[in-house]
């Protein structure tokens, strides 16, 4: 068997592993600065948060949200939690000590740079890095936080849960965020790093800005909570930040670019004159506006007539600036303002000079011009030969004989042939290019081939397992033809179920959103059993003999029939647990509106290769007939089941003292398949006669792909329901029993397989 990591990434291992090696033993020596480091930060961190680091996240996060508590659920939970937040802070203080002590191993195996960063460069894109991360972590915790936590926590009060967070669940919400908003506050660097290595160009950067914003959108909805609110929070800010990273990569890009092609002493002489000039108008027009007293009428005059709001304060005198009689500190800061002015001119037009240079870099000229704009026709022998590559490139054959031709009636035989072999060479190399491209689309296409072969083995290996008959290669390709058909044949209908799906999805989402849920709930637990209790006496004992004696009243079990809504408390764990509730339900009522239609779409494609049979119109009365089935057995289950379910459960809780405090993703999910559940077991049976009597699924196959329809329903409780083999059993059970009742029934309809639809688009009848 042929192993499944390839030798590339094995060769990566094990030169990472002996990487690390190398950097450990280098740093052996050093390992006790490097424990030290570890241990400051492990012992400081712990310190921080059991002396400060709690009250303070609780009082700034949460100041906005006081129904919002922050709980723990286990004794140690706490002291766990800040040692697991401290092993990962000192690791990382750690983590550049050890490099810098390994870094003769990093020198030895090729890794560390060998031309040497200067250390200004070093320090100062160490600290636009560390003001950009600061920036992107204040953001987050004094703006972005206690807002959010302000809506998620008015949202789950207003659904009825209690927002009680536990502790972890809470402190890896806000570390996550707040290392995503620092990691988000890095790209001005990144994209600057990027352009200046020329690994990304920056006109990539500013022409794919639209991908840009659909990347940044698509990075909040998996690091932000799934509302609009708090996305749009989240993008905004990184939508702004990207235009500013736009303008310093072309910064950064144009003086990379510009500096090699300007000549700076040639361009400063030029601009002498119009310095000379900006310094001299400068200092004479703020020695003038000073003179003439343009400070006290702004003091006197203008700085009264502005709003309050928007005052500025009095200018001071520029003697007491100074600290110099008037008539110095005037020439004074003149020739402040002029020297200021005069460069800020200065940097202004260098810019523009590099600018200039960096747009003829950027579209591949040179001092020269562009090397395909060449004319060979003013030329000479020596200028055709010492021409550069680029000049041949795009000339075709016609060209170049004609300029040879032009040299022949000029008499310059050597002119002629230069040009001839320049353009032959030129001609070799697109040949070979060509050649080198055709062979690595065949080795592409022979990889393809090998991986294709490698996945169709595997799966006919799985599936054999699942069917009575050997499974082979060719059936699996078969198997992988026919669904490339089936969902090929959607292709024109996708936007019809995506738009059916999105409006389905989107308007149940606002109805819970907007207190749908807590509509719900309330309803729900007002069908709960009416509280109350039965008193059982017990046989008390004889107190002298120690027998069986009368009955006593202070021998009483009191037996709870129910429980009171007063008892319940929902509680979220999570911050955003009560929205993603509310999201995976709007997921499941747009994929349960869309499968009619979906089914009646793919039909066609699903008779053509033969897996149904009959009329396409029986799916109507399908579809009307399991809604039905499911509204009622719905309304059933919110209405009885489910309430006498969870009263039943809660019983028994109460009886011994204790309070009930269930999490939205056990008792939601547990009220939503007592109730919706009793609905879809319903369907089940109606679905498998309806199929067969319309002749979409014969009973035979429904019989035959029983284990097919077994395995898809485990896997499908295994991903839609919460976590756990007792959730998931306990869905799969219940639906895999009601598919062998619906073979039942439909065994007794067909008299034991024998009545089948006597014809395509027939009835078994």
Known sequence: MSSAIGDDTKRALVDGRAAVGEILRAAQKDLQKVALVFLFGLLGTIMFLYYFGWDRLKADLLS?????????????EVILLQAKIGLVVGGLLALPVIVYFGRDALKRRGVWPE???????????????????????????????PVMFEFLASNAAQAGFSPDYGITEWIQFVLFLTFSFGLAAQLPLAMA???????????????????????????GAVFSPPDPFTQVMWAVPLLFLY????????????????????????????????????????FVATYATIAYGAGVYFNDVVQPAIPTVVRPPELPTVESLWGIPRAEAIVATSVVVAFLLTMALMVYYVYLCLEAASEMAAAGRGPYGDPSAIDMRALDAAGVRAAPPEAFAEMDEEEALDVAGTAMDD?????????????DEAEA????????????????????????????????????AFTDDETDEEDIGGYLYDVQFILGSLASKSFRLIAVFMVVMGLSFAWLYSGGIGDLQRVFLSRLPTAGSIDVPLVAPDPITGGAGSLSPNYVVRLSESVSPEAFEIVALHPVEALVFQVKLSLIFGAAAVLPLLLYYVWPALKDRGFVSGNRGVLFTWAVTTAVSIVLGSIFGFLVVAPTVISWLAADIVGNGMLIKYQISSYGWLVFFTTLGIGLLTAIPTTMLLFHRGGIVPFRIQRDRWREAVTAVFALSAFFTPRGLFT??????????????????????????????????QGAD
């Open 64 to 76: 906005s949200a006081p129904q919002a508590n922050v709980i723990t659920r286990t004794p140690f």
């Open 115 to 145: 031309k040497k960063i200067p250390t200004w460069q070093l320090v100062g894109m160490g600290l636009v890095a560390a003001v950009l991360f600061a920036l992107g972590i204040l953001y987050g915790y004094y703006v972005f936080f």
């Open 193 to 219: 790093a990027l352009a200046y290595a020329e690994i990304v160009r920056y006109e990539t950067f500013r022409d794919k800005w639209r991908y840009a914003v659909v990347a940044i959108f698509a990075f």
């Open 243 to 282: 235009g500013l990273s736009l303008g310093f990569t072309k910064f950064v890009v144009t003086v990379h670019r510009g500096s090699a092609e300007v000549d700076f002493r040639a361009e400063m002489r030029d601009m002498a004159p119009r310095l000379m000039v900006m310094a001299v108008a400068s």
């Open 411 to 423: 008499g310059d035989h050597e002119k002629a042939q230069a040009v001839l072999d320049r353009f």
């Open 429 to 464: 190399g697109r040949e070979a290019k060509a050649e080198t491209e055709a062979a690595d689309a065949d080795a592409g296409d022979g990889a393809d081939a090998d991986d294709s072969g490698v996945v169709t083995r595997t799966s006919a290996g799985m599936l054999g």
């Open 728 to 761: 998931m059993f306990l869905i799969a059970i219940p639906v895999a029993l009601m598919y062998g009742v619906g073979l039942g029934v439909l065994w007794l309809y067909t008299l034991g397989g024998r009545r089948a639809p006597r014809s395509t688009g």
